[in-house]
Nanobody, 124 residues
Framework: VQDIVESGGGLVQPGGSLRLSCEAS????????MGWYRQAPGKKRELIAH???????EYVDSVKGRFTISRDNAENMLYLQMNSLKAGDTAVYYC??????????????????WGQGTQVTVAS
């Protein structure tokens, strides 16, 4: 999906927190599922959290209990609150949207239209 802008990344020490934001086009309505992805150097882009149009949420095990995804449909915004950050969370983080979660799972660095992402670096 085009017209997506991620922000909020930065350098943080292990154990720290960051809040990522994703501003989506007004064409992305509340009926879309939205998700956060990350891509570490040399690795494939991974869907780490998603929220359905009905508010159902899922996380991959590696971030469960530490990250919280939320959305503000009125503002066309998606957020990712990241706590207890680890070095292994270092990656470029992206968001995207799809008509359902199955679409989100198909998207990859080679499939779909992406924003520029936001770099998260966890280091002491």
């Amino acid at each position: 999906v085009q017209d997506i802008v991620e922000s909020g990344g930065g350098l943080v020490q292990p154990g720290g927190s960051l809040r990522l934001s994703c501003e989506a086009s007004s064409m992305i309505t509340s009926e879309y599922a939205m998700g956060w992805y990350r891509q570490a150097p040399g690795k494939k882009r991974e869907l780490i959290a998603h929220i359905d149009s009905d508010g159902a949420i899922e996380y991959v095990d590696s971030v469960k209990g530490r990250f919280t995804i939320s959305r503000d449909n009125a503002e066309n915004m998606l957020y990712l609150q990241m706590n207890s950050l680890k070095a292994g969370d270092t990656a470029v983080y992206y968001c995207n949207a799809g008509i359902n979660v199955d679409v989100l799972r198909v998207l990859s660095e080679d499939i779909g239209s992406w924003g520029q992402g936001t770099q998260v670096t966890v280091a002491s």
